[in-house]
């Protein structure tokens, strides 16, 4: 059955690709189920908000962003966000079991080293990250509840601090527009995967008056066996299986069309096997259960405007480990707290000026325990990270708006406080008290330019300082993080990045868009992970010690380029290519790691697709190329180069009941097996189908 469906979906898609290029060369005529393709998400959104904090128009950015849209959101063949991010020049994603991947990582512009937290994610501008982990909890995101993302590349230390060293993702989700309006969905999928999916929403008035909606998906399924034959702890493998549920609320009001008051909630359950069983029911698994609110408020009067936010978000963490030995079976209980507040005002300073001014505060809180089942055995880890800070900047404009310039500075200070590790576990007992208190500070600058030589093409340049302290479970914890055990290191410094940046953008016609950037980074005292060469005996064998610590110097080169290309109002092809070279360039202590590449960097990648528009079917195509990179950092272990096609199509059904349609994603097409370690490998070809109501 599974060869039989390959060969039918394959035989399936590439019949109506070529169909569809056909139907469109010979007619080129409109048909109702056909879309213009500015209504697709390959054109970019006129203004952004996340380079200011405030609504900007886009071509007036001396930097690169990207803009993803709710219509690409839709088409997509993918079931997660960063899968999706995947397509974007200069961005990275780990996950390789698909929907079944526990925690997966996006990178940005050859910031690796399998350390998270150096890409500032924001839904609806607050952060969304914990700051014990560094880690954006991707599988809680529902893609039918986003209006748009915005990719904004290199440093936002300047106006985001802290985590914004290689770039910022601002998730931003979807107000209703309407009386009311709302959709329904449901979906099965290879591995029993089945999901279902319902949105409302309404608003008294198109500008003012109230307005909410609420947002729910829930998916379960059987899921597959991930580990492979080399896997070295798990003899027992069992299928890695997946349950999760979101809701995601939001209830505002708009006084007029500048001030509004906004109060969201969203909560998300899930748990997810490992993928072996020994003594537990269940096997080994997982939960990431998470509640988070946020109020915003938007004022403004004359030439001022103000952004007023808070947040609260807690994620408590559950892993119950099974083993052979039963003794050895252990759970971990985290809660993990992240809450903080912050101000931004905008105001015009003649006709060439606008200045921004802000503070920020974020408290991230860690209390957890590891507490075995069958003794009283137990380890215990603390600690809470104060992070505030001030920033201004300035957007002068000259020349008719063609030459703007944007200066501004930001300064940090974060502080490591009531840090305690204890256990009753040997040898862990004798590292047993209260941690060194830490602080840092850090000035962020920045300096940039765009230059329009006309409406059509223009270049830019910028020179920018990142800066990131240490995440808590690096500064706390001794224990598994990332499928390796680490020792805690209270004695981190923090990390800046200093990165220069050239860039065009040139619109050739009304078909054709091309964009290139360059870039070149040092960091200081960057946070890595590193093989200390000790062993440890646990659960039955001596496992290797990693430590995370400050390598004294790393560089980092890379191009970055996109194409879009419209021959018609049917068919849009669209393309990126990054290059990164990341090395250690200098270590005192380490010095046999110098010249060496950051590891889970891949050097070369490759995104390119294509869009058919029909009165048959409409389909997306999509090829991406991830090259090889390191999985150690000595890069004796290597991760071989792969690639994935992957497609959607969908239709309209109006002719059966006006807003039905119908859609067929189809991942990994070629049911290629890639692994990004030697105990993990991908889930091969995963289908789903999916029958939508809107109205």
Not at 41 to 57: G, K, N
Not at 384 to 392: K, P
Not at 426 to 452: Q, T, V
Not at 454 to 462: A, F, L, P, T
Request: charged share 25%.
């Amino acid at each position: 059955m599974k060869h039989l469906m390959k060969i039918v979906s394959i035989t399936l898609v590439f019949s109506v690709w070529a169909a569809g290029l056909m139907v469109c060369q010979a007619s080129g005529q409109n048909t109702e189920n056909t879309r213009d393709i500015s209504d697709t998400a390959i054109l970019l959104e006129e203004v952004v908000v996340t380079a200011t904090r405030f609504l900007t128009e886009k071509e007036l950015v001396p930097g690169r962003i990207t803009v993803i849209t709710a219509n690409d959101i839709e088409n997509t063949p993918f079931e997660r966000v960063d899968e999706l991010l995947q397509q974007v020049s200069g961005l990275q994603s780990t996950r390789t079991d698909g929907i079944f991947s526990l925690s997966p990582q996006v990178t940005m512009r050859g910031l690796g080293g399998n350390v998270p937290g150096r890409t500032l994610v924001l839904i609806d501008g607050t952060p969304s990250s914990t700051g014990d982990t560094g880690n954006m909890r991707w599988n809680r995101l529902n893609l039918a509840d986003i209006e748009r993302i915005e990719v904004f590349k290199g440093p936002g230390s300047s106006i985001y601090g802290s985590n914004a060293m290689g770039g910022v993702i601002n998730i931003i989700t979807k107000r209703p527009d309407k009386n009311f309006s709302g959709d329904v969905s449901a979906a099965y999928g290879t591995f029993n995967t089945k999901k279902g999916a319902i949105r409302l929403g309404g608003r008294q008035a198109e500008d003012t008056g109230f307005y909410g909606q609420i947002a729910a998906t829930g998916l379960k399924s059987d899921g597959y066996t991930s580990l492979t034959e080399t896997s070295k702890d798990y003899d027992n493998r069992i299928d890695r299986f997946v349950e999760e549920f979101n809701v995601s609320g939001k209830l505002g009001y708009d006084f007029d069309d500048v001030n509004s008051l906004e109060l969201g909630y969203a909560y998300y359950d899930d748990r997810r096997g490992e993928g072996y069983k020994y003594n537990i029911p269940e096997g080994s698994h997982r939960d990431f259960d998470t509640n988070r609110v946020n109020l915003l408020y938007k004022g403004g009067v004359n030439d001022w405007q103000w952004q007023l936010s808070g947040f609260y978000q807690r994620e408590e963490y559950y892993w119950h480990r099974d083993f052979t030995d039963a003794a050895s079976i252990y759970k971990v209980l985290s809660d993990r707290d992240d809450y903080g507040s912050a101000l931004s005002v905008s105001t015009d300073i003649g006709d060439h000026s606008t200045l921004i001014l802000g503070a920020d505060l974020r408290i991230s809180e860690v209390d957890a325990i590891d507490d075995y089942d069958f003794s009283s055995d137990y380890a215990m880890n603390k600690g809470r990270l104060e992070q505030y800070a001030f920033y201004v900047q300035d957007e002068l404009r000259f020349l008719d708006d063609r030459l703007i310039v944007v200066g501004g500075i930001r300064f940090d200070t974060a502080k490591f406080k009531d840090g305690l590790y204890d256990s009753n576990v040997e040898p862990f007992n004798l590292l047993s008290g209260s941690l060194n208190n830490s602080s840092w500070d850090a000035f962020s600058p920045k300096i940039s330019s765009r230059y329009h030589f006309s409406d059509n093409i223009s270049v830019y340049g910028s020179y920018s300082r990142g800066f990131r302290a240490p995440i808590l479970d690096a500064l706390c914890r001794y224990g598994i993080f990332h499928g390796r055990f680490y020792d805690a290191n209270p004695d981190l410094e923090n990390e800046t990045l200093d990165s220069f940046e050239l860039g065009s953008d040139l619109n050739l016609s009304d078909m054709l868009d091309l964009s290139f950037s360059g870039y070149y980074s040092r960091g200081k005292d960057f946070i890595y992970s590193l093989d200390t060469g000790m062993t440890r005996f646990l659960w039955g064998q001596d496992r290797a010690v990693y430590l995370m610590d400050n390598v004294s110097e790393v560089e980092i080169k890379g191009f970055e380029a996109d194409l879009t290309f419209r021959p018609n109002t049917h068919v849009n092809f669209f393309a990126s290519y990054t290059f990164n070279e990341s090395l250690i360039d200098k270590f005192d202590e380490r010095p046999e790691l110098e010249g060496k590449r950051l590891e889970y960097v891949p050097e070369q990648s490759f995104s390119a697709g294509v869009d058919v528009f029909t009165s048959i079917v409409n389909a997306r195509v999509v090829v991406n190329h991830i090259g090889n990179q390191y999985s150690n950092d000595m890069n004796t272990e290597e991760i071989d180069e792969y690639e994935t096609v992957d497609v959607k199509l969908w239709r309209n059904l109006d002719f059966l009941l006006p807003g039905l349609s119908a859609s067929l994603a189809v991942q990994n097409l070629f049911d290629k097996t890639y692994l990004r370690s030697e105990d993990e490998q991908s889930p091969g070809m995963f289908t789903m189908g999916e029958i939508k109501y809107e109205w």
